[in-house]
């Protein structure tokens, strides 16, 4: 796991974010603290590598186990997308199939 310098007011696990995405990563904590259905959240891809640049987009995963239905899902993925001043892959943590990627947001 990498470690960069904080270069916005926040949550102190900001430290593993990308700079150039904190700020964006910031404003998904915090719509995450006010919705109850959010166990937790978990960014992953470029953002929390080296290999983050300019035309980089937003991967996170949304840990909501008691979201049953895409419809649900989508209610808490679109809010999430709207805050965002950058592209980003929203993905239900509960619904993923793929070891591959249930690793990588892990890891």
């Not at 964006?24 to 719509?31: A, C, E, L, P, T």
């Not at 603290?33 to 996170?60: H, P, Q, Y």
Request: proline letters at 4%; charged letters at 25%; hydrophobic letters at 40%.
């Amino acid at each position: 796991m990498y470690s960069f310098p904080k270069r916005c007011d926040g949550d102190d696990v900001l430290i593993h974010i990308f700079p150039s995405m904190q700020k964006q990563v910031q404003k998904v904590i915090d719509f995450a603290g006010s919705c109850e259905a959010i166990k937790r959240i978990r960014v992953f891809g470029s953002a929390v590598t080296r290999n983050c640049g300019m035309g980089s987009d937003l991967d996170i995963a949304v840990d909501a186990p008691d979201i049953l239905s895409d419809e649900e899902f989508f209610s808490i993925s679109r809010p999430i997308r709207s805050l965002l001043d950058v592209n980003a892959d929203v993905v239900h943590y509960n619904t993923i199939h793929s070891e591959w990627l249930i690793d990588e947001i892990d890891t």
